[in-house]
């Protein structure tokens, strides 16, 4: 048994499960080995000029590197833009600091002393990090998963450490789905997913079939909302299935039970289920009469 299935009801079961595209998949991978190459150059950069020879060529790089401190400071403005310093500033800032502190060291020892070619070796081992990121990229991507239940969405994050965020599915109001050309091209788009509430599921970026998550989600929202009115799932009142020969009888065990104050309400939900085709119009006719004759 996965993860998600244990922290499912017991009743509840997987209508649909997807991932974020997989040129999302592509896009990280190739960031990644831009990286690596670069790293890669600066150490080679550095290594390969022999002798007095190599000196300015050392000290180049050096001007190169010290250049660099500028994609540190790119990424606390981009941490900015999105707000993420709201996870807190030492959280946020730790990484392209340490960055800038390497990238400043080795550009003022390059220019200072050229010939230390043995500065090479440390590009040499930064260079195996992207390697082992493309790992780490790829389970997180094979973890980050998108899942629709008979009951809620679901969004799932992380390798060991957990997150799931979830949304009911009664609670869902209006999704909103968006596809550029590419996106109709490849098949990925965003969704939106507005709720009743403040917290859980509100945007899906980049997911692999966004149209049919969309249907699903609304197949499962509809067979939900098939279920016995003013009686809830999680009680195990058995449902009532689209088109099912014994609608109507359900539904005539339901009405005799309400009481006068319910009645308005009542006749709201029998006339849902006569639009979704669940009773027929003489059904609702019928039943609407004998609750009006109740008042």
């Avoid at 540190?72 to 800038?100: C, Y």
């Avoid at 109001?173 to 939106?192: E, H, P, W």
């Amino acid at each position: 048994m996965g993860y998600v299935e244990k922290v499912m009801g017991d009743n509840e079961h997987i209508v649909y499960r997807t991932h974020m595209h997989w040129t999302v998949l592509m896009s990280r991978i190739l960031r990644t080995l831009v990286v690596f190459g670069v790293l890669l150059g600066l150490g080679l950069a550095i290594f390969v000029p022999e002798g007095s020879a190599g000196n300015p060529v050392r000290k180049i790089v050096g001007i190169v590197i010290l250049c660099g401190l500028v994609l540190p400071l790119a990424w606390l403005i981009r941490n900015w833009v999105r707000r993420e310093l709201d996870q807190g500033l030492f959280r946020v800032i730790w990484r392209p600091l340490l960055v800038a502190i390497a990238l400043l060291a080795v550009g003022i020892i390059l220019m200072a002393y050229p010939w230390l070619w043995q500065v090479s070796f440390f590009w040499f081992a930064l260079a195996l990090i992207p390697l082992l990121i493309l790992y780490r990229i790829f389970l997180i991507w094979l973890n980050e998963q998108y899942i629709i239940t008979n009951r809620r969405v679901m969004e799932v994050h992380g390798i060991v450490n957990k997150h799931v965020r979830d949304s009911a599915l009664e609670k869902v109001n209006d999704v909103d789905l968006n596809q550029s050309v590419m996106g109709r091209i490849l098949n990925y788009g965003t969704l939106k997913i507005i709720t009743g509430s403040d917290i859980g599921v509100n945007e899906l970026r980049s997911i692999a079939n966004p149209s049919r998550f969309k249907r699903a989600m609304m197949n499962a929202k509809e067979q939900l909302h098939v279920t016995v009115p003013g009686v809830a799932a999680e009680e195990g009142v058995a449902r009532v299935p689209a088109q099912a020969p014994g609608a109507a009888e359900a539904v005539a065990a339901w009405a005799s039970a309400v009481t006068a104050s319910d009645i308005p309400g009542m006749i709201g939900e029998l006339d849902t289920l006569r639009q979704k085709g669940i009773i027929s119009e003489e059904e609702f006719q019928a039943k609407k009469q004998e609750l009006l004759a109740r008042l």
